[in-house]
């Protein structure tokens, strides 16, 4: 059983910084792309960055470019991801996500494991 649990949210004025982490269990961490998506209230679920399996590709949301910074950690099965200069539209529920294959996409649907969400809430 694979399991994600996503932590570091929080509340935090516009253009202040925070960290997300995301634990995965089990022992193949490394065999698959990362993602993390979020979810603001009464939207759909968006993507905001991806990682492949050893960090060669990298992709973003064209909302986050510049701002956030997607990093994983093999050894520890760890994927992060780093959001600075914040503004309040960035306020959602944040999800980290495992892809099905090794090359991360935009597409919510071929993620196959997710976390259970952690709250990030900017205020101007």
């Known amino acids: 059983q694979v399991q994600l649990v996503e932590s570091g949210g929080g509340s935090v004025q516009a253009g202040g910084s925070l960290r997300l982490s995301c634990v995965v269990s089990?022992?193949?961490?490394?065999?698959?792309?990362m993602g993390w998506f979020r979810q603001a209230p009464e939207k759909e679920r968006e993507f905001v960055a991806g990682?492949?399996?050893?960090?060669?590709?990298?992709i973003y949301a064209d909302s986050v470019k510049g701002r956030f910074t997607i990093s994983r950690n093999n050894a520890k099965n760890t994927v992060n991801l780093q959001m600075n200069s914040l503004r309040p539209e960035d306020t959602a529920a944040y999800f980290c996500?495992?892809?099905?294959?090794?090359?991360?996409?935009?597409?919510?649907?071929?993620?196959?494991?997710w976390g259970q969400g952690t709250q990030v809430s900017v205020s101007s």
């Open positions: 996500a495992r892809h099905r294959g090794r090359a991360p996409s935009k597409d919510l649907i071929e993620y196959t494991y």
């Open positions: 089990g022992r193949t961490f490394s065999s698959y792309a």
């Open positions: 990682v492949s399996s050893f960090s060669g590709t990298i």
